[in-house]
């Protein structure tokens, strides 16, 4: 019998077969994931010059950016959107996992529900939200009426556009990270809980000794994914939020000012270092919440 070659303790064949298995993710990564991001890293240091053309400037856009009063504000925005917004759908998203976990009449049917907002289209999902909201014949504000409350102006407020968004991000986002969280929870052996009712520990004693600390590898995933997400917040604002208005200004993300400039208003360089600066704020959170997850995650 002759032995087949080896690269360290791996065959031949093994490595040839697994580098196969890649190729079409690794493909479709750099195609569409890692080419564009180094395209839009250069066109950062080049302006639009008409027809399509770009013409080197260097730093310009970086320092124009910096003194722009609107990048600062969007990113103000940005900041509050996710510091609001993460803790509600992390919290929301974990309450009614374990709910969802639970054994009751109708289950499939209450997971269902949770879950559309994802597979809805977000246009379709803003659509109906804008309508809700709407300031004069909106149903929100009808049932508010009904309790002698004066018509909230949703979307045209620049003090409250950003908190309807909040509402919508955090509703739509809910039912992806049950799923995900659910399976985190099926992970953990029932013993514990059956030693842990034996030893007259309640509901709530059980979720914070056994549930909360198992469940925190799938959590801190949903965390950091759930981060990412709320910084690249873009069409809910897109589609609800008027353009040039007041409201506007207090509610867009730096996604959405990256579409301005790359897309409406045709300046694609400036657009590209918006978005750098996004991806370099993603990368550095993120790899703040790497350093972090020794201190609470358990593995």
């Known amino acids: ?7 360290g303790k791996y065959r031949v064949n093994e490595i040839i077969w697994g580098y196969l298995f890649i190729l079409p993710t690794a493909v479709g990564l750099i195609v569409l994931n890692i080419k ?36 600062w504000q969007s990113l103000l ?6 510091v609001i917004a993460v803790p509600l759908i992390v919290v929301f998203s974990l309450i009614v996992a ?22 809805a289209a977000p246009a379709a999902v803003a659509m109906i939200w804008k309508w809700l909201f709407n300031s004069n014949y909106g149903l929100i504000n009808q049932m508010l009426g009904n309790f002698g409350i004066k018509p909230i102006n949703w979307l045209s407020d620049p003090d409250i556009a950003i908190y309807t968004v909040i509402i919508v991000g955090v509703w739509s986002a809910i039912g992806y990270n049950m799923v995900l ?30 549930t909360l600390p198992l ?29 040039n208005t007041d409201a506007m200004y207090k509610t867009q993300s730096l996604a959405y000012l990256f579409y301005k400039y790359s897309f409406i208003l045709n300046d694609k ?31």
């Open 1 to 7: 019998m002759h032995h087949q070659r080896r690269i």
């Open 36 to 71: 564009p991001a180094i395209d839009t890293i250069y066109m950062s240091f080049n302006k639009s010059a008409g027809f399509g053309r770009m013409t080197w400037t260097g730093l310009d856009n970086y320092k124009r950016l910096m003194a722009d009063p609107e990048v």
């Open 77 to 82: 925005n940005t900041l509050k959107y996710s």
């Open 98 to 119: 374990v709910l969802m976990n639970q054994k009751i009449k109708g289950l499939s049917v209450y997971r269902t529900l949770y879950f559309l907002p994802v597979v």
């Open 181 to 210: 969280l659910i399976a985190g929870l099926q992970d953990i052996p029932n013993d514990y809980y059956e030693s842990a009712e034996i030893d007259g520990a309640g509901p709530i004693r059980q979720f914070f000794t056994i």
């Open 215 to 243: 469940v925190t590898p799938t959590l801190f995933f949903v965390v950091v994914t759930t981060v990412i997400g709320a910084f690249q917040v873009f069409d809910s604002i897109f589609m609800m939020v008027q353009q």
């Open 269 to 299: 360089g400036y657009g590209s270092a918006i978005v750098v600066l996004l991806l370099g704020i993603i990368l550095i959170i993120t790899a703040i919440q790497l350093k972090l997850q020794k201190k609470w995650v358990y593995y």
